[in-house]
């Protein structure tokens, strides 16, 4: 009798930390899952906003935001072309990964810049991510030049380029 009670104790146990785990599991399952959602829908409003008429520097910021979200909060931030040389040189900024931002011509229109700890992500990760970041960067410049180069055209003469009748 004294040794069924003590199975039926240690059975009781068992399936007492195996509850526990699986309720664990699934904790963790259901916040990766609205993570996973959260994501996408910021995905979707970066998308909105690179076919919108907002400033690229929003939209950009937008995309750096969306890349920090994706990383934890590893401090992501962009450095446009046009805006002169890069503050450094990518491969002698330490701790930190960059990613050039080429349009689909291959011309470099800027990079991005992520602060991180070699230990605090792995190489594959950061680099999967920072490759989205860079193409919907990409996506956005390449976007605002056709459009802004569609309102030029409709708007001047291609020839003297003086404003015609629809501007």
Not at 35 to 41: D, F, G, I, M, N
Not at 60 to 84: N, Q, V
Request: net charge positive; proline share 3%; aromatic share 4%.
């Amino acid at each position: 009798n004294l040794a069924a009670h003590a199975i039926r104790s240690d059975v009781r146990r068992r399936v007492r930390q195996q509850t526990q785990l699986l309720r664990r599991r699934m904790e963790e399952e259901s916040a990766r899952a609205d993570r996973q959602t959260s994501l996408e829908k910021e995905r979707g409003r970066v998308l909105m906003a690179i076919n919108s008429r907002l400033p690229i520097d929003q939209v950009l910021g937008m995309i750096t935001d969306f890349i920090t979200k994706r990383l934890d909060g590893l401090d992501c931030r962009y450095e446009l072309a046009s805006s002169g040389p890069p503050a450094a040189d990518p491969t002698s900024l330490c701790g930190r990964c960059c990613r050039d931002i080429r349009s689909v011509s291959g011309e470099r229109l800027g990079t991005l810049i992520l602060a991180c700890e070699e230990k605090q992500l792995s190489a594959v990760a950061r680099f999967q991510v920072l490759d989205i970041g860079a193409s919907l960067a990409a996506l956005a410049i390449d976007n605002r030049r056709l459009y802004e180069g569609l309102i030029r055209r409709s708007e001047y003469d291609q020839l003297h380029e003086v404003p015609n009748r629809a501007y």
